[in-house]
């Protein structure tokens, strides 16, 4: 199932995996410098959260077109593109910034074309995946760019914007200007065509092919389960996240410090999962990655509900950041398996569609339930929507199914042009 010593990943993933981590450490800065830059200029709540918003409303609108645009022209080429266009954005913003001109619409504005070109620019990596590295390596190759954002964007990126911010507003975006024109080159020097149509030139409607790799999905059971499972999941998830520094605050008693350190506690665990994870899975089986992680979900919401020790608190969010990383390699890679290569872009955006959608609810939802019914019922929610995701999809992850799915290739498109090997 995972890879041997005799099917390295190879140079193409190297440049790949190294503009994947580069973007993810100016993202990550950016991050953390827009807000901060907003609530220098103002202090009403409506346009500070006006950039959640605009953070999320990318995913909603370009998620579903973008997977067409995957699956019609180069990945490679369409990658050097957006990374190109983020770079002129990014300069714009940086030089409105020092010359004093920068306002919060145009700040605005930019985290808005940056955002779209991410859920294009992610969709497309994840497509060029299967065609850069063995088969037999895809849970090793999902695993490294997992491991990649994890560092980068959620424990580097997030002290570094926040010096460099001190230092002077512009720079965490001139640096991130600067990892998206690195990655640019980088994804550049990656040899091969990575064209996902069958037949360029012909073009069909954008909501035919968006119906066929929707139905596409609808058809694979596993597939389809797993996508469902992102979405709802992601309520439940983004929920509980968008109300924990209130828990953190008035029952567990931490501060900002330690408020922090529960993220930290998070992204440990995601690290260790993505260094771990190809072996992991092989000990276990995927069939069982999926089962125990689906148990780790409704124990997360359990100790969040039910624990008023930071401790115990700590250790859920760090086994769940590990069992976000293996859900993350399984799920990748098993699309990456069974997905017609033509298809891959739209299969993949359109489980990023239900991600964002869940996400989105659930910041909304989060909030009212606990305004509602107190400051723990989001986490009893999500606890009893988990024991019932588990006992409803128990089955749909059966050894048998699973072992088929690593087994058979992803079925051709037909008169799909050959890969550079």
Partial sequence: MTGTAEEPLGGRFARLWAASTMSALGSGMATVAAPLYVASRTDDPLI??????????????????????VDRVDRRRLMVVIDWVRVAALVVLAAAMVTGRAGVALLYAVLFVVNAGEVVFRTAAQAVVPAVVPRSRLERANGWLNGGTQVMQNMVAGPLGGLLFVVAAAIPFGVNAGTYALSAVLVGLVAGSYRGSSVPGVRRSVRAEVAEGFRWLLSQRLLRTMALLIGLLNVTLTAAIAVLVLLATDRLGLGSVGYGALFTCMAVGGLLGSVIGDRLIAAVTATWTIRIGLLIEAGLHLALAASRSAVVVGVALFVFGVHSALWNIVANSLRQRLTPPALLGRVGSTTLFLAAGGNCVGALLGGVVAGRFGITAPYWVGFVAALAVIAATWRVFDRATVAAAYADPAAPAPESPARVA
């Fill in 48 to 69: 500070v959260s006006a950039g959640a918003a605009v953070a999320w409303l990318p995913w909603l609108l370009f998620s579903l077109p973008g997977g067409v645009l």
